[in-house]
C-alpha cells in the first residue's frame, strides 16, 4: 500500500510540475501539500484518508510569486505539525501559514534575503 502511495504522490507532483511535497506520515490520515510554482503562487492542499485516498482540499495563495526553481524542501511543516512554510522563489520570500482543520490560514510572508 505504502508503494501506491508514493507512486499516487509523485504523479502529482510530476502534473504541478517542479514544486515540492509534504506529507503527514505513512498510514495516517493527514493531507499532502505541493506548490503551483507559478507567477502566483499558492499551496494545493490534498486531504489524505488512512487509505491513502487524496481528495482536493483547497488552494491557497502565498501572496508571493512562484519560479522555474524545483527544489527540494519547497513545503516544509513544521515539527510540531502547526505552520506550513512555502518558498516563493520568485519573489525571494518565504509565506508561513498555520495548519487548521479546515485547511491554511495564511500569517505571514519573511523575506529570504536571496537574490
Request: aromatic share 8%; glycine share 14%.
Amino acid at each position: 500500500m505504502s508503494r501506491v502511495i508514493l507512486t499516487l504522490v509523485a504523479f502529482i507532483a510530476l502534473l504541478l510540475g517542479p514544486a515540492s511535497v509534504a506529507a503527514a506520515a505513512e498510514g495516517a490520515a493527514g493531507a499532502v501539500y505541493t506548490l503551483t510554482n507559478t507567477a502566483a503562487n499558492a499551496v494545493i492542499v490534498y486531504d489524505r484518508a488512512a487509505s491513502g485516498e487524496l481528495t482536493w482540499s483547497g488552494t491557497f495563495p502565498t501572496g508571493g510569486s512562484g519560479g522555474s526553481l524545483g527544489s527540494q524542501g519547497a513545503v516544509t511543516i513544521s515539527d510540531d505539525g502547526r505552520w506550513l512554510y512555502a518558498v516563493d522563489a520568485g519573489s525571494n520570500d518565504v509565506a508561513v501559514f498555520r495548519i487548521t482543520k479546515s485547511g491554511l490560514t495564511w500569517s505571514d510572508r519573511i523575506a529570504s534575503g536571496g537574490i
